[in-house]
């Protein structure tokens, strides 16, 4: 079952707005991360939140965590054409072997 | 530089044949796991290992099965393959460490004909 679902299922921007996708998740965790995935690649880690934080940056990515709601928005900033990928939430429980969950993702394409 | 090598980027294979995706890893992670993706279906996990010989199902194992012999390879079997197995497959591994990146090879594309 998917744990996490990603919303909206895809975004087209211009270039240089900003861009927000959200993730909404069912059960209580210990950590959640973005990934990001190139067309027909494998997916690279972007951030990590833990469950007893609330807001992290890097970079120009911003990340947000409300337990109360279960959800996380992930937000980059002054998109570039090579922001254009695929993002994913994914979630963990903490006990014992890790095992994430993914949600559906969000197709984000960057328009120049 | 932490990789994880998936030996076959695309395969094409025929009904019922035996399929075997290799995974292995070089960063000594004890987890290790095999995904398939599908168009809106997102990343589903198949099974996965934490430690040499360990393996647990995932939520969807049914028509795989897996095999861990060394610390740094995980394989995935298809013991007959079907067309509703074509799909993209990733393999990932991450330090039994909680709450520690998961790092993903590039995929395999399966073709099941």
């Known amino acids: 079952s998917q744990q996490g679902e990603e919303d909206p299922q895809a975004l087209s921007i211009q270039e240089g707005e900003n861009a927000t996708m959200n993730c909404s998740y069912k059960?209580?965790?210990?950590?959640l991360q973005w990934y990001r995935q190139n067309s027909g690649r494998g997916l690279v880690h972007l951030i990590l939140i833990r469950s007893n934080e609330r807001e992290k940056h890097s970079g120009r990515l911003r990340v947000t965590l409300d337990t109360s709601k279960k959800s996380s928005s992930l937000l980059i900033t002054a998109s570039r054409a090579a922001d254009t990928a695929s993002y994913f939430c994914a979630t963990d429980s903490g006990f014992g072997n890790e095992k994430l969950t993914f949600g559906t993702g969000t197709r984000l394409t960057i328009i120049p | 530089d932490v990789k994880v090598t998936q030996s076959s980027r695309y395969l094409v294979k025929r009904t019922g044949e035996k399929v075997f995706l290799e995974c292995v890893q070089d960063?000594?992670?004890?987890?290790m796991f095999w995904y398939r993706q599908d168009p809106g279906l997102g990343l589903r996990l198949i099974y996965f290992s934490y430690d040499v010989k360990m393996k647990e199902k995932g939520d969807i194992p049914e028509g795989y099965s897996v095999s861990r012999e060394k610390k740094e390879r995980f394989s995935l079997i298809l013991e007959s393959a079907s067309t509703n197995q074509t799909s993209m497959y990733l393999c990932a591994s991450k330090p039994r460490v909680t709450g520690n990146t998961i790092y993903f090879g590039e995929g395999s594309w399966l073709t099941v004909v």
């Open positions: 059960t209580s965790i210990n950590n």
């Open positions: 960063m000594d992670h004890e987890n």
